[in-house]
C-alpha cells in the first residue's frame, strides 16, 4: 500500500504483517538505547487539525525513534488561520519533499484527499467518525498480546459508536480477524445501518458484556454530536459506564480497553481503569509507538519497493 488510510482496505496479511514488525519495536522500545536508522534521512511531517495527547505524541516518538527527521506543524498558527486551504497547505508541505505526512482532521474523508495531491506516505491520525486506523491496530496489538489470538474472540464496543472512528476502525479490523463484535450503546448513539456491519447489537450492558473476553470503552464524543440526544453524564454512568458490578457479567480474564482521554465517572469508574488486573489502558498508549513504527517503516518500504518495480532510481 501507497498511504495508511483506513482498515477498511487492508487485508488480514497486512494486518498481521504491521503487528508481528511492531512486536519487534515492543521489545526495543523496552531497552534503554531505542533508536534505529531505518528512517534515516527521511523526513515526517505531522499535521494534526485536531487536538491530541496520545497520537501526535507517539508518531513523533515513533519517528524519532526509526531515526527519521520529524516537524510537528503547529495548525493553530499555521497560514490555514489566514484562510489557506487544507489542499493548498498539503501542496506546500509536499513542495519540501517530505517521505511521510501523518494527519488528523475533523471531516471524514479530508485524509483520503488529501494523499491524492501529494508524492509521500500519507497515514491517517483519525478523520472526523471515519477511521483510525492506527488506533485499531494498537488496540488489536494489545488484544493479541492479552489473548494470544485475535481470533474467536468476543469482543464488546460500548458507549458513544455513532460518532466514533475508533469503533468504525476496530469493526474493521474485528471483522477481518474473524471475532464476535457486541455493540453495545443507547440507541441515539449508534450510527443507522449498523446490521450491515456483521455485530450484535445490545442497549443493556448486562446482556451485551455476558461472556465476553473483551470489553472495549468508548469516550463520548461531544465535538462530533451536532445536538444529538444524549443522556446526563449522571444517567450515562448509571446506564452505560462500567462499574464492577456490570463488568462481572463478563469473562472473569476479559480485560478493559479504552482509547483515551477518559471520561472517569462517564464511561467508566476510575477504579477498573486504574485496576492493572483489568485494565490495559496504559499497555494500549506503550503499543501505540511500536505500531506506528512499524506502519511507518512497512509504508516507506512498499513505496521505494513499488519505485524500484518502476525503474526509478531510489
Ligand atoms: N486515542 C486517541 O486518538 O487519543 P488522542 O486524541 O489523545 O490522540
Same mark, same amino acid.
Given at each position: 500500500a501507497q498511504h495508511l488510510l483506513g482498515i477498511e482496505h487492508l487485508s488480514r496479511d497486512d494486518i498481521v504483517s504491521i503487528l508481528d514488525l511492531a512486536e519487534q519495536?515492543?521489545?526495543?522500545?523496552?531497552?534503554?538505547?531505542?533508536?534505529?536508522?531505518?528512517?534515516?534521512?527521511?523526513?515526517?511531517?505531522?499535521m494534526f487539525f485536531e487536538n491530541s495527547t496520545r497520537t501526535q505524541s507517539s508518531?513523533?516518538?515513533?519517528? /524519532?525513534?526509526?531515526?527519521?527527521? !520529524?516537524?510537528?506543524?503547529?495548525?493553530?498558527?499555521? %497560514?490555514? /488561520?489566514?484562510?489557506? @486551504?487544507?489542499?493548498? @497547505?498539503?501542496l506546500t508541505l509536499n513542495a519540501m519533499n517530505p517521505d511521510l505526512l501523518v494527519v488528523r482532521h475533523p471531516h471524514s474523508g479530508a485524509v483520503d484527499l488529501l494523499s491524492e495531491k501529494v508524492n +509521500?506516505?500519507?497515514?491517517?491520525?483519525?478523520?472526523?467518525?471515519?477511521?483510525?486506523?492506527?488506533?485499531?491496530?494498537?488496540?488489536?496489538? @494489545?488484544?493479541?498480546?492479552?489473548?494470544?489470538?485475535?481470533?474467536?474472540? %468476543? !469482543?464488546?464496543? +460500548?458507549?458513544? $459508536?455513532?460518532?466514533?472512528?475508533?469503533?468504525?476502525?476496530? $469493526?474493521?479490523?474485528?471483522?477481518?480477524?474473524?471475532?464476535? $463484535?457486541?455493540? $453495545?450503546?443507547? !440507541?441515539?448513539?449508534?450510527p443507522s445501518g449498523i446490521d450491515q456491519f456483521g455485530v450484535e447489537v445490545f442497549?443493556?450492558?448486562?446482556?451485551?458484556?455476558?461472556g465476553v473476553d473483551v470489553?472495549?470503552?468508548?469516550?463520548?464524543?461531544?465535538?462530533?454530536?451536532?445536538?444529538?440526544?444524549?443522556?446526563?453524564?449522571?444517567?450515562y454512568y448509571h446506564r452505560w459506564g462500567l462499574t464492577a458490578e456490570k463488568l462481572s457479567h463478563a469473562k472473569d480474564d476479559a480485560i478493559v480497553m479504552h482509547p483515551g482521554p477518559m471520561n472517569r465517572g462517564v464511561e467508566i469508574d476510575g477504579e477498573i481503569a486504574d485496576d492493572l488486573n483489568r485494565s490495559v489502558?496504559?499497555?494500549?498508549?506503550?503499543?501505540?509507538?511500536?505500531?506506528?513504527?512499524?506502519?511507518?517503516?512497512?509504508?516507506? /518500504?512498499?513505496?521505494?519497493?513499488?519505485?524500484?518495480? !518502476?525503474g526509478v532510481m531510489v
Open positions: 519495536y515492543v521489545e526495543l522500545n523496552r531497552q534503554p538505547h531505542k533508536h534505529v536508522d531505518t528512517l534515516a534521512g527521511m523526513t515526517q511531517i505531522n508518531f513523533e516518538i515513533a519517528g /524519532k525513534r526509526l531515526g527519521a527527521d !520529524v516537524m510537528n506543524m503547529a495548525m493553530g498558527a499555521s %497560514s490555514i /488561520k489566514k484562510g489557506e @486551504t487544507l489542499i493548498d @497547505t498539503a +509521500c506516505a500519507v497515514l491517517n491520525a483519525g478523520d472526523g467518525r471515519h477511521e483510525h486506523p492506527t488506533q485499531a491496530l494498537l488496540d488489536a496489538l @494489545t488484544i493479541r498480546r492479552a489473548k494470544g489470538r485475535l481470533h474467536r474472540l %468476543s !469482543v464488546a464496543i +460500548c458507549g458513544d $459508536i455513532a460518532h466514533s472512528r475508533v469503533a468504525r476502525s476496530n $469493526i474493521f479490523m474485528l471483522n477481518k480477524m474473524e471475532s464476535r $463484535i457486541r455493540l $453495545i450503546a443507547p !440507541v441515539t448513539l449508534l442497549d443493556d450492558m448486562a446482556e451485551g458484556l455476558e470489553v472495549m470503552m468508548l469516550r463520548l464524543q461531544r465535538e462530533r454530536m451536532d445536538g444529538a440526544f444524549i443522556p446526563s453524564p449522571r444517567e489502558i496504559q499497555e494500549q498508549v506503550e503499543m501505540g509507538v511500536a505500531v506506528r513504527m512499524a506502519a511507518m517503516e512497512l509504508l516507506v /518500504k512498499a513505496r521505494r519497493d513499488a519505485k524500484r518495480d !518502476v
